[in-house]
């Protein structure tokens, strides 16, 4: 299981967490808030900072993807997200134009009609991974655990979760043996973000 660590904050700020945690890191992921604020140059200055590290670009595509993909492309990131919300065709063609640089694809489930129809389909829309998001509150769980099942039971594609966890929860999520975890704030606004990050990292990595 993979983590990554997903940044909201100022650039500035979010490069120096990110330096601090990036040994406990698989992919960091530059959040969609930093490309409001800051676009391309963002990722150019994540890119820069962390040359070999596999970075995600939460870019949410729903339009153009073909040419989100060229743009983004001269940053070098390892993925970009597209949103399972928008035509299949877009889909496609940001997943096809994304592996012609490289580039794969995360389908973020949040805005799908039907997820387990969108995890059906996404091998052949040539998608590389999907993103299933963890409810934010406990009421959910239920149908957290049901809509997870429907995914699964729909895809060989890797999982990743983004998950509203902390230590006494995160085993709930961990018991379903995702592909990857992804948590932002937990770490990031810690206390400590490297004693976090480690320690999630450990449980991912079976330490």
Known sequence: MRLQIAFHQALDKALAIAEQVADYADIIEVGSLILY??????????????PQKTLLIDTKIINRGKDVMQIFASANPDWLTVMAGTQKHIIHAAANA????KIKVMLDLLDSSSI?????????QHVDALLFHQPSSEQDSFEFINNWEMVRGNTK????????ANRNTIDK???????????????TQADNPVEEAKFYYNLCHNK
């Open 37 to 50: 604020q800051h676009g391309i140059h963002a990722v150019h200055a994540f890119r820069e900072k962390f």
């Open 98 to 101: 994304g592996h012609s640089h």
């Open 116 to 124: 387990g129809q969108a995890a059906l389909e996404a091998e052949s």
């Open 157 to 164: 594609l890797p999982i990743f979760v983004a998950a509203q």
């Open 173 to 187: 999520i961990l018991d379903l043996k995702p592909d990857g975890l992804i948590l932002g704030s937990t770490i």
